[in-house]
T-cell receptor, first 113, second 116 residues
Framework: DSGVTQTPKHLITATGQRVTLRCSPR?????VYWYQQSLDQGLQFLIQ???????AKGNILERFSAQQFPDLHSELNLSSLELGDSALYFC????????????FGPGTRLTVT | AQTVTQSQPEMSVQEAETVTLSCTYD???????LFWYKQPPSRQMILVIR??????QNATENRFSVNFQKAAKSFSLKISDSQLGDAAMYFC?????????????FGPGTSLSVIP
């Protein structure tokens, strides 16, 4: 158990819908990262927050957004869902930035039908 | 942009034997970190080992060790005395030491099977 929690574990929804994925980092960790793992794209970095501020952006679609709240939990919002958005979404956290190791949550499996 | 390549999509090893997984990367940076992550069927991402680029000594964690060749941009993982529980997907990953570029770039992965 990494100490990072993600809810829900599984999510099934229809195309065009909007969903919110939630992540609680390990106690004391200030950085939160979101990754998408799909069969055709592999593991891709989406976005990073540090102490409430966006710090790095990867291949995140405009239909996706995220935020980190004052209590340091983070939410990833996916809207206008398409079949291709079906994937495993991981959240990871670390104490700070740069050299600190990232600890991954168990992931949220999103299926868009 | 940095890239990470794992040229072996699948590998197998006999239980108790040794196996080496290959990884190469491309970067123009001099300071960075390299990782091997394990993803078993449960899908949990587990950090196996990490290497700081400024360290010449190869990292070791119990049965897991790396061969880090900075000039060749190579970072292979050796698993000794392979166990059934080692069967998983293994990802090589790169992370810049620059705090302003804080993301991990993963390779495509190598699926390791352990034969009893």
């Amino acid at each position: 158990d990494s100490g990072v929690t993600q809810t829900p574990k599984h999510l099934i929804t229809a195309t065009g819908q909007r969903v919110t994925l939630r992540c609680s980092p390990r106690s004391g960790d200030l950085s939160v990262y979101w990754y998408q793992q799909s069969l055709d794209q592999g593991l891709q970095f989406l976005i990073q927050y540090y102490n409430g501020e966006e710090r790095a952006k990867g291949n995140i679609l405009e239909r996706f957004s995220a935020q980190q709240f004052p209590d340091l939990h983070s939410e990833l919002n996916l809207s206008s869902l398409e079949l291709g958005d079906s994937a495993l979404y991981f959240c990871a956290s670390s104490v700070g930035q740069g050299e600190y190791e990232q600890y991954f949550g168990p992931g949220t499996r999103l299926t868009v039908t | 942009a940095q890239t990470v390549t794992q040229s072996q999509p699948e590998m197998s090893v006999q239980e108790a034997e040794t196996v080496t997984l290959s990884c190469t990367y491309d970067t123009s940076e001099s300071d960075y970190y390299l990782f091997w992550y394990k993803q078993p069927p449960s899908r949990q991402m587990i950090l196996v080992i990490r290497q700081e680029a400024y360290k010449q000594q190869n990292a070791t964690e119990n049965r897991f060790s790396v061969n880090f060749q900075k000039a060749a941009k190579s970072f292979s993982l050796k698993i000794s005395d392979s166990q059934l529980g080692d069967a998983a997907m293994y990802f090589c990953a790169y992370r810049s030491a620059m705090a302003s570029y804080d993301k991990v770039i993963f390779g495509p992965g190598t699926s390791l099977s352990v034969i009893p």
